[in-house]
């Protein structure tokens, strides 16, 4: 479990979380949502220790994050980032970077690491891509393959920074129901989204950010009464009840 207490981290002077405090609990889907600039990817960057806190502490299991090294660091977390590099190599050798944490230097792959990265790629529907380079792939098959990385780096954490980018909505339900299984298989899934309908129906529960301030935690329904969206975002929010359960929708104030 990574808790954060009273996180305060930014960019140079720019002080960007104010006083987080925030748990990824195994088994739980967390949501962070809020408007651009609110903190989200910040906070992630931070929990991993990407970007040192300026106050508070970050907890892996009650230890420090301080007191890890990078590779106990990746053994405990894989994170899927919003911008990455694109490679020329195949998908499979980019789904076996997934396995570094795991492996002594030098690097020599096992048997079980093979299989690990077959099943990943597998779960994500990206099965034929495997022998393709990177490079050549579109922007959605490129994303199947970076799921499968932080899938086969088989971590008990997995923050993933707006994981729908570039997916069709077929694809962006599946990512959501991934997301589902691997909680369900007892890991914390953390997720930036900016899709408020996916979020509502999807996580265990959801952060609010606005402004690098935790302005409320709660279950979709309680965040959904509460009507903290539509003060944060200036929408209104609306859901409607279907046979596979709520189905929420967003409109703004002036077509209403």
């Not at 748990?23 to 906070?43: A, D, H, I, M, Y």
């Not at 499979?92 to 792959?109: I, K």
């Not at 339900?173 to 298989?185: K, N, S, T």
């Not at 007892?186 to 606005?210: E, I, W």
Request: overall charge positive; some cysteine.
């Amino acid at each position: 479990m990574i808790e954060l207490k009273r996180v305060q981290a930014g960019y140079r002077r720019h002080l960007v979380l104010k006083g987080i405090d925030l748990t990824f609990r195994p088994g739980e889907v967390l949501v962070l949502l809020g408007p651009n600039g609110s903190g989200k990817s910040t906070l992630l960057r931070t929990a991993l220790g990407l970007l040192p806190c300026s106050g508070g502490q970050v907890l892996y299991d009650g230890t420090p994050l301080s007191a890890l090294s990078p590779r106990q660091v990746a053994q405990q977390v894989a994170f899927l980032s919003q911008s990455r590099s694109v490679p020329n190599i195949t998908a499979r050798r980019m789904v076996l970077h997934g396995r570094f944490p795991h492996l002594s230097y030098p690097r020599h792959y096992r048997p079980e690491d093979y299989q690990v990265v077959e099943q990943a790629l597998a779960r994500m529907d990206a099965a034929d891509l495997a022998d393709r380079p990177v490079t050549e792939l579109s922007g959605g098959q490129r994303q199947k393959v970076y799921l499968a990385m932080a899938v086969a780096q088989q971590t008990p954490t997995i923050l993933m920074d707006e994981p729908t980018t570039f997916l069709d909505i077929a694809h962006q339900l599946g990512v959501m129901e991934l997301a589902r299984q691997l909680a369900r298989e007892g890991k914390a899934v953390v997720m930036v989204l900016h899709d408020l309908s996916l979020a509502l129906s999807t996580a265990d529960r959801l952060a609010v950010l606005a402004d690098g301030r935790m302005v409320r935690t709660g279950t979709p329904e309680e965040i959904y009464q509460s009507k903290i969206l539509e003060e944060v975002f200036g929408i209104r929010q609306g859901r409607t009840r279907t046979e596979e359960g709520w189905q929420y929708f967003c409109t703004l104030p002036r077509l209403l």
